[in-house]
């Protein structure tokens, strides 16, 4: 499938974990998805290993995914849908920017 980038973002969620420590708490594990929104509405995961490498950035944030948004911004990709039902891109980071 090819669709045209309108922005990209990155959605953090937080899952309560089963791992007790001393004190008995429990803690949140964090998972975090960059995607790219289409003008058609579709939703397309970016793997966040690319980013890193593509940017050559240990950590995400922000700034980053504002540049990332800002370098895919009206840009065609190709992207396919995964077993579980997500679109995800067809290739690297770097064959579209």
Known sequence: MRGK???VTRSVG???SSDSYHSHDTH???YTN???VLYNGDEVD?????IRD????SYINKDLIDD???DLHNEWIEYYEDE??????DGDLCDYI
Request: proline residues 0%; negative net charge.
């Open 84 to 89: 579980d039902g997500d679109y995800c891109l």
């Open 5 to 7: 980038v309108k922005y």
């Open 54 to 57: 593509y940017y050559d950035r």
């Open 28 to 30: 949140a594990v964090r």
């Open 46 to 50: 970016i793997d966040e290993d690319d």
């Open 34 to 36: 960059t995607y790219a």
């Open 14 to 16: 937080y899952e309560e």
């Open 68 to 70: 990332l948004s800002n």
